[in-house]
């Protein structure tokens, strides 16, 4: 059964923080795009198609509400970095969170990437062997399906990590998602 971190919503005066979020400190940002696949090959084109197509259609997102169709997302390197970067570490602290080992938040960690964001969501999960099953997962749930859905978002970026020996999970995923200023 796959593990979720409870969402938390934040709001700050310019922006929105749907889900805290963080990179693990000690992980380079080259080396976590590079490691940040699970080894599927470029599951990124297939990733963000199968977000676009999520978006195009109305949704109920169960507590959070219904949604109307969503532009569609951009890929953006910088949050795929993050994310990878993110996923790592969670596999590293053998946890499924939010946030970092220092306590840092999405905010924190994309400005400190020189990412300037208006909005920032973050999705993340445990255990799914793929791309067609995380998010199966995602859209299941009802705060990951209102950041999938959040019509204020426009570029994302996906990572994931494998588990290391003794891990809860074979995979860890973290995905972020953004509205760039």
């Known amino acids: 059964m796959p593990s979720f971190s409870k969402l938390r919503a934040l709001s700050a005066a310019s922006a929105v923080l749907a889900c805290a979020a963080a990179c693990a400190a000690d992980a380079s940002s080259t080396n976590a795009a590079a ?21 195009a259609s109305p949704r109920r997102c169960g507590t959070r509400g219904s949604f109307g169709p969503a532009a569609p997302l951009r890929w953006n390197d910088t949050l795929a970095r993050l994310a990878s970067t993110h996923a790592q570490g ?7 969170e939010h946030n970092d080992a220092k306590g840092r938040g999405p905010a924190e960690r994309a400005t400190a990437a020189g990412y300037a964001w208006q909005v920032f969501a973050e999705n993340v999960a445990g255990n799914y062997p793929g791309t067609a099953e995380v998010m199966a997962g995602w859209q299941a749930s009802p705060g990951h399906c209102a950041n999938l859905m959040n019509p204020a978002v426009r570029e994302l970026g996906v990572g994931c990590a494998p588990g290391v020996r003794g891990s809860a999970f074979k995979t860890y995923w973290a995905m972020e998602l953004a509205k760039p200023r």
């Not at 490691?35 to 978006?55: D, I, M, W, Y």
């Open 35 to 55: 490691a940040g696949t699970c080894g599927f090959a470029r599951f990124e084109p297939a990733l963000l198609q199968s977000v676009n197509e999520f978006r």
């Open 90 to 96: 969670m596999a590293a602290r053998n946890e499924v």
